[in-house]
């Protein structure tokens, strides 16, 4: 479970906070690096405190449905990493905060789209994974789990936090677009698999994907099904998104770590 855009209590923001970090994103890079300046701000749990006081119903939340404060989201565990041993193996689930800076200011100049302008900062990947490494067996498999897709992070964050992903995020799933997609990523460092959560809130189409992952094969596959009105008003494989998902199923593969 991971925050999302509509979590955010905009009014327990303090003027100006949004402003200070889109005003660093948006200036010159230069020996003194702004961008490390998110990294000392998420390292320093009195900052965190503050800023996040936005997130504080969702922390309720959390700590309500869990019942458990070890599994509820704070300012200090801003992300979660939870561990699952199945058939042997160990599986890590990471649970990314990008939407700590989806804010809009009363500042004319900030009253712009969200696209581009959020951070999940690379001090937050980098702990989230250490913790994840900790006191464990080593992962077979990590699936992370983040509100918004990676492409609407700022820039400078996206090149930072790429640096750091390749080396724990074999799945990832995403929602916040309201519509369905699957990517397979790859680079020479890193092959991952995308997917966004479905379409659960338009009124006129939803999909939904089910998917399913062998940890002896590392062979996944996934049902892909939509309800859509220029197909029909029942749900049917979701052939509209996917032309060549024969019978709403796509096939892939992870290389499973161990």
Same mark, same amino acid.
């Given at each position: 479970?991971?925050?999302?855009? /509509?979590?955010?209590?905009?009014?327990?923001?303090?003027?100006?906070?949004?402003?200070?970090?889109? @005003?660093? +994103? !948006?200036?010159? &890079?230069?020996? =003194?690096?702004?961008? =490390?300046? %998110?990294?000392?701000? +998420?390292?320093? $749990? %009195?900052?965190?405190?503050?800023?996040?006081?936005?997130?504080?119903?969702?922390?309720?939340?959390?700590?309500?449905?869990?019942?458990?404060?070890?599994?509820?989201? =704070?300012?200090? #565990?801003?992300?979660?990493?939870?561990?699952?041993?199945?058939?042997?193996?160990?599986?890590?689930?990471?649970?990314?905060?990008?939407?700590?800076?989806?804010?809009?200011? =009363?500042?004319?100049?900030?009253?712009?789209?969200?696209?581009?302008?959020?951070? +999940?900062? &690379?001090?937050?990947?980098?702990?989230? !994974?250490?913790?994840?490494?900790?006191?464990?067996?080593?992962?077979?498999?990590?699936?992370?789990?983040?509100?918004?897709?990676?492409?609407?992070?700022?820039?400078? @964050?996206?090149?930072?936090?790429?640096?750091?992903?390749?080396?724990?995020?074999?799945?990832?799933?995403?929602?916040?677009? /309201?519509?369905?997609?699957?990517? #397979?990523?790859?680079?020479? @460092?890193?092959?991952?698999? &995308?997917? #966004?959560?479905?379409?659960?809130?338009?009124?006129?189409? /939803?999909?939904?994907?089910?998917?399913?992952?062998?940890?002896?094969? $590392?062979? $996944?596959?996934?049902?892909?099904?939509?309800?859509?009105?220029?197909?029909?008003?029942?749900?049917?494989?979701?052939?509209?998104?996917?032309?060549?998902?024969?019978?709403?199923?796509?096939?892939?593969? %992870?290389?499973?770590?161990?």
């Amino acid at each position: 479970m991971v925050p999302g855009n /509509h979590d955010i209590d905009r009014d327990a923001i303090k003027p100006g906070h949004a402003s200070y970090f889109w @005003d660093l +994103l !948006e200036a010159p &890079e230069g020996v =003194d690096d702004k961008y =490390d300046r %998110v990294n000392m701000f +998420l390292r320093d $749990g %009195v900052e965190r405190a503050s800023f996040f006081s936005g997130l504080g119903n969702f922390c309720q939340f959390t700590h309500d449905f869990y019942g458990d404060s070890r599994l509820a989201f =704070d300012h200090d #565990a801003y992300y979660s990493v939870r561990s699952i041993d199945k058939d042997g193996r160990h599986i890590v689930v990471m649970g990314l905060n990008s939407a700590w800076l989806s804010l809009k200011e =009363d500042d004319p100049k900030h009253q712009v789209g969200q696209q581009g302008r959020l951070l +999940l900062g &690379e001090q937050q990947v980098c702990d989230a !994974e250490n913790k994840a490494l900790q006191g464990g067996p080593n992962p077979c498999l990590f699936i992370v789990l983040i509100h918004h897709p990676i492409y609407w992070l700022a820039e400078k @964050d996206i090149h930072r936090v790429q640096q750091h992903l390749p080396r724990f995020c074999d799945l990832l799933l995403h929602g916040h677009l /309201h519509c369905p997609s699957y990517f #397979a990523q790859t680079t020479p @460092d890193w092959r991952v698999h &995308e997917f #966004a959560a479905g379409a659960s809130w338009k009124e006129s189409w /939803h999909a939904y994907n089910l998917v399913k992952l062998s940890l002896d094969s $590392g062979f $996944g596959s996934a049902i892909v099904q939509c309800q859509h009105p220029q197909l029909s008003v029942d749900w049917r494989p979701d052939t509209y998104t996917y032309h060549h998902a024969k019978n709403g199923r796509i096939r892939w593969k %992870v290389k499973l770590r161990a």
